[in-house]
């Protein structure tokens, strides 16, 4: 019954490799996002999408590819992963005409070795 | 454009000390405040939020947090800190067609008992 649920908790991946992490919600929002934390605990916007339509597109490496197939998942494709794309990423819900904040998974933790 | 300002990085107190964390936000428009907390390795959890009316405004676990609309300032307080709240906070504003929340750098909170 978990609202926002990511897969996999942790990867260890080689450089140059291609990866994805996965997000599903299930509270019925129509917006969602991908958040990166960086070792300093920072938290940046990546990826919006709404109704799996790109509403947010920050400045990202285009080896970032997000996926929404449908309003309750939004998945993250990264391709040839570099040392500094280690960080932990989040998925987050919404609804955005109510704006009552979001709801985070609990974390995808990147190690890039 | 929006941006967010934590001016305590790290803040060290014991149990039942009084805490206030400071907050201050840059935005034009209409704005949404946002507190959340992060507890050692798990994900982001919202601890309170302002949207309109009173500008106190009550969380969780004994928090509150003061809109100060002249100073654009949203600082988050608790009475009396318990061993427990040693986490992450962060400050969140969010306005805007896209809803986008941008997050201030966070503020370590460390009790000791």
């Known amino acids: 019954d978990t609202a926002v649920s990511q897969t996999p908790k942790y990867l260890v991946t080689q450089m140059g490799n291609d990866k994805s992490i996965k997000c599903e919600q299930n509270?019925?929002?129509?917006?969602m996002y991908w958040y990166k934390q960086d070792s300093k605990k920072f938290l940046k916007i990546m990826f919006s999408?709404?109704?799996?339509?790109?509403?947010i597109n920050e400045t990202v490496p285009n080896r970032f590819s997000p996926k929404s197939p449908d309003k309750a998942h939004l998945n993250l494709h990264i391709n040839s992963l570099e040392l500094g794309d280690s960080a932990v990423y989040f998925c987050?819900?919404?609804?955005?005409?109510?704006?009552?904040?979001?709801?985070f998974g609990s974390g995808t933790r990147l190690t890039v070795v | 454009a929006q941006s967010v300002s934590q001016h305590n990085h790290h803040v060290i107190l014991s149990e039942a000390a009084s805490l206030e964390l400071g907050c201050n936000y840059s935005?034009?428009?209409?704005?949404?405040l946002f507190w959340y907390v992060q507890y050692p390795g798990q994900h982001l959890q919202l601890l309170l939020k302002?949207?309109?009316?009173?500008?106190l405004v009550k969380g969780i676990k004994g928090f509150e947090a003061e809109f100060i609309k002249s100073k654009f300032s949203f600082n988050l307080r608790k009475p009396s800190v318990q061993w427990s709240d040693t986490a992450e906070y962060f400050c969140?504003?969010?306005?805007?067609?896209?809803?986008?929340?941008?997050f201030g750098t966070g503020t370590l909170l460390a009790v000791q008992p």
């Open positions: 987050a819900s919404s609804h955005l005409a109510t704006n009552y904040g979001y709801t």
């Open positions: 509270l019925g929002h129509d917006t």
């Open positions: 999408y709404n109704n799996k339509e790109l509403i």
């Open positions: 935005y034009g428009g209409t704005v949404n």
């Open positions: 302002y949207f309109s009316g009173d500008p």
């Open positions: 969140a504003v969010n306005g805007g067609a896209t809803n986008k929340l941008i």
